[in-house]
């Protein structure tokens, strides 16, 4: 795009392309992706095009069932999720439009079923299951392509449990392909001994899903080459008061890490670059929010998601975000 053009003029004819357009145009640019993260481009985009936005809200326990909501952003259409089978649990979503979520068997009812859909058109696919009997730690989806959908999922469970001895902690992995309809299993993710994977929902951006350790470390794994590295983090975690929060969450499509401050009445924020270092960016104040909350999400330039810290282990959030275009489900 000419670079003659006004910021204006430049957000005017973004906010008229498709959300794949608008995607590839932020991976092409960081200008484009700077401009195209800003709350006013965001409302305009929704003024003009049929999209939906906004958040997952899962309630981890309500009686005995779990109860799935939308929380629609401003401008934005809702989403009904009556749809969705009695009792089911979504556990990952995309930015795409699409999220996984199992739910009770039809007809038996100590099993769970698996499943993908695009919630917008209340598309679902019924998927192979994994070996549900082991505990689920962690679910994620990547979208691979879209033009012909092409995604996968991992999931990270409990094996059996292990003699207290071992000097590692192991998590078995198995991993969905949309191409091969079908779960793989692969060789398990060792971690040091007393380090666990977080009870956070994972970040997910450019081919990549990041999930928070114990420890402080950033677990990643790239969806393409299928390989697991982790990353440090900013602040490590002996800098860390006891019983201060820290977050994974996304910044403007960048994966971010955030922890409250020593007072406990600010986050700061920081950025992963391009050479998987980290830049601070600054610190939001919380002191007019009531009570101690936690910083779940970050939507624009001017919105943040706080969850009340008295029920910050009843919800999960999960961004979301879809046109109503049908997708076309391999399998």
Request: one cysteine or more; glycine letters at 4%.
């Amino acid at each position: 795009m000419d670079s003659k053009f006004s910021d204006d003029m430049k957000m005017e004819i973004l906010s008229r392309t498709s959300l794949k357009a608008l995607d590839t145009m932020r991976c092409t640019s960081q200008e484009f992706q700077y401009l195209t993260y800003e709350s006013y481009f965001l409302n305009l985009y929704k003024q003009r095009n049929d999209i939906v936005s906004g958040f997952l809200l899962v309630n981890l326990r309500s009686g005995c069932e779990y109860i799935n909501e939308f929380a629609p952003s401003t401008n934005s259409h809702s989403l009904d999720l009556g749809f969705l089978p009695p009792n089911a649990r979504i556990l990952a979503s995309s930015e795409q439009g699409f999220m996984v979520f199992e739910s009770p068997h039809r007809r038996y009812y100590k099993l769970i079923s698996y499943h993908v859909c695009k919630p917008a058109t209340k598309q679902v696919v019924t998927l192979p299951n994994p070996k549900t009997k082991y505990l689920t730690n962690n679910v994620a989806m990547v979208v691979m392509g879209s033009k012909a959908l092409h995604y996968k999922i991992i999931r990270l469970s409990e094996p059996k449990r292990e003699k207290l001895d071992k000097p590692f902690t192991k998590y078995r992995y198995e991993i969905f392909d949309s191409r091969a309809w079908a779960w793989r299993l692969l060789d398990p993710v060792i971690l040091p001994s007393f380090v666990f994977l977080s009870n956070q929902q994972p970040i997910i951006t450019r081919g990549s899903i990041y999930m928070l350790l114990s420890n402080n470390e950033v677990l990643k794994f790239d969806a393409y080459s299928e390989k697991w590295t982790t990353i440090s983090s900013p602040i490590q975690i002996l800098d860390c008061p006891f019983g201060t929060i820290r977050k994974l969450v996304k910044y403007k499509g960048k994966l971010s890490f955030t922890c409250e401050t020593q007072s406990r009445l600010s986050w700061e924020i920081w950025v992963l670059t391009s050479d998987e270092s980290w830049e601070k960016l600054h610190v939001f104040d919380t002191r007019e929010d009531v009570g101690r909350s936690s910083l779940e999400a970050i939507y624009d330039s001017d919105t943040r998601v706080m969850n009340d810290y008295s029920t910050l282990h009843s919800y999960r959030i999960l961004t979301f975000r879809s046109d109503f275009e049908p997708a076309h489900f391999e399998g």
